[in-house]
């Protein structure tokens, strides 16, 4: 007697613990994060980030990579981007600061090196006691000395590759690259490898540029802008040659969506059909004759 009033005892006490275990459960599955996905082309490039000091620096900046990811939620935002070589950033001085009276400072350029953060190459230049990154021109060496100036003369000045002048101060014509978009802003317009803008006219304090989109702006002639073309021009051409270069440049894969043959939006190629032979067209029925005569 004693053991069955132990066992209903304890399924007495089982039961109400099998009814709350199933509630309990609904109820978590029910919880949700809610999680703002960022879109991509909003400025952010999930791609890296480069990790800043305080003070301007010629040593490379370490880096932290996202592969696509965001960096707040975690999630996927760019799928085009995973892997890639390890990189060095170089952190590049935008702002061309010349006198602005007399003579034009001068610079030197002690070494012309790749950056694998950009297209273009990047020129190491001394001023004075001074270090700091630019983007090389298509002809400049080590050992080249450029002008920079915010000296706007009566007669345009002749400059060279990688001379820095006012758009004031520049001849009708002049290739053009590190533009500034506003005066006393960094010069943010046209970066990209082998590209360069065109000084095309002059009207009232206003230059206009053409930029490699072949649209025309016009600034204030006080904008600097850095002579010349950008180097690394055949960039564009440059031939990939195996997914593995291609996994190596930072770009991720995306096998299986897309085949020649027979893949989801490739062209079908497929066997003709066989030869038909074209039949004569059928005969006509013969009309059924009906007689009403009562024979």
Same mark, same amino acid.
């Given at each position: 007697?004693? &053991?069955?009033?132990?066992? $209903?005892? +304890?399924?007495?006490?089982?039961?109400?613990?099998?009814?709350? *275990?199933?509630? /309990?459960?609904?109820? @978590?599955?029910?919880?949700?994060?809610?999680?703002?996905?960022?879109?991509?082309?909003?400025?952010?490039? $999930?791609?890296?980030?480069?990790?800043?000091?305080?003070?301007?620096?010629? =040593?490379?900046?370490?880096?932290?990579?996202? *592969?696509?990811?965001?960096?707040?939620?975690?999630?996927?935002?760019?799928?085009?981007? !995973?892997? #890639?070589?390890?990189?060095?950033?170089?952190?590049?001085?935008?702002?061309?600061?010349?006198?602005?009276?007399?003579?034009?400072?001068?610079?030197?350029? =002690?070494? =012309?090196?790749?950056? !694998?953060?950009?297209? *273009?190459?990047?020129?190491?230049? /001394? %001023?004075?006691?001074?270090?700091?990154?630019?983007?090389?021109?298509? &002809?400049?060496?080590?050992?080249?000395?450029?002008?920079?100036?915010?000296?706007?003369?009566?007669?345009?000045?002749?400059?060279?590759? #990688?001379?820095?002048?006012?758009?004031? *101060?520049?001849?009708?014509?002049?290739?053009?690259?590190?533009?500034?978009? &506003?005066?006393?802003?960094?010069?943010?317009?046209?970066?990209? /490898?082998?590209?360069? #803008?065109?000084?095309?006219?002059?009207?009232?304090?206003?230059? %206009?540029?053409?930029?490699?989109?072949?649209?025309?702006?016009?600034?204030?002639?006080? +904008?600097?802008?850095?002579?010349?073309?950008?180097?690394? %021009?055949?960039?564009?051409?440059?031939?990939? #040659?195996? /997914?593995?270069?291609?996994?190596?440049?930072?770009?991720?894969?995306?096998?299986?969506?897309?085949?020649?043959?027979?893949?989801?939006?490739?062209?079908?190629?497929?066997? @003709?059909?066989?030869?038909?032979?074209?039949?004569?067209?059928?005969?006509?029925?013969?009309?059924?004759?009906? @007689?009403?005569?009562?024979?």
């Amino acid at each position: 007697m004693q &053991n069955l009033t132990r066992l $209903f005892n +304890c399924s007495l006490t089982l039961q109400p613990q099998r009814v709350v *275990a199933p509630v /309990a459960l609904q109820q @978590l599955r029910t919880k949700t994060k809610v999680v703002e996905k960022p879109k991509p082309g909003a400025g952010q490039q $999930f791609r890296r980030i480069v990790h800043f000091p305080e003070e301007y620096t010629v =040593v490379p900046l370490k880096i932290t990579h996202l *592969a696509g990811r965001d960096p707040i939620s975690g999630r996927v935002v760019a799928k085009g981007i !995973g892997g #890639g070589i390890k990189q060095q950033y170089r952190w590049i001085k935008w702002v061309r600061d010349g006198p602005t009276e007399g003579s034009a400072q001068e610079e030197r350029v =002690v070494e =012309v090196l790749n950056d !694998g953060c950009r297209t *273009a190459k990047v020129a190491l230049v /001394a %001023v004075g006691d001074e270090l700091k990154y630019i983007l090389a021109t298509e &002809n400049m060496k080590a050992g080249d000395i450029l002008k920079t100036s915010r000296v706007i003369p009566r007669i345009p000045v002749r400059p060279n590759d #990688g001379d820095a002048y006012p758009l004031g *101060a520049l001849p009708v014509g002049t290739r053009i690259h590190c533009l500034e978009k &506003n005066p006393n802003q960094p010069c943010h317009l046209i970066h990209a /490898a082998g590209t360069f #803008g065109t000084i095309l006219r002059k009207f009232d304090d206003k230059v %206009v540029v053409q930029l490699p989109s072949k649209r025309e702006f016009a600034f204030d002639r006080t +904008c600097m802008a850095t002579v010349g073309r950008l180097s690394n %021009v055949e960039h564009n051409k440059e031939h990939v #040659g195996s /997914a593995q270069r291609m996994r190596e440049l930072g770009n991720r894969p995306r096998s299986g969506l897309w085949k020649r043959k027979e893949g989801k939006h490739g062209r079908k190629i497929r066997r @003709l059909p066989p030869m038909t032979t074209i039949a004569p067209p059928p005969a006509a029925k013969e009309q059924e004759l009906r @007689l009403t005569l009562n024979l």
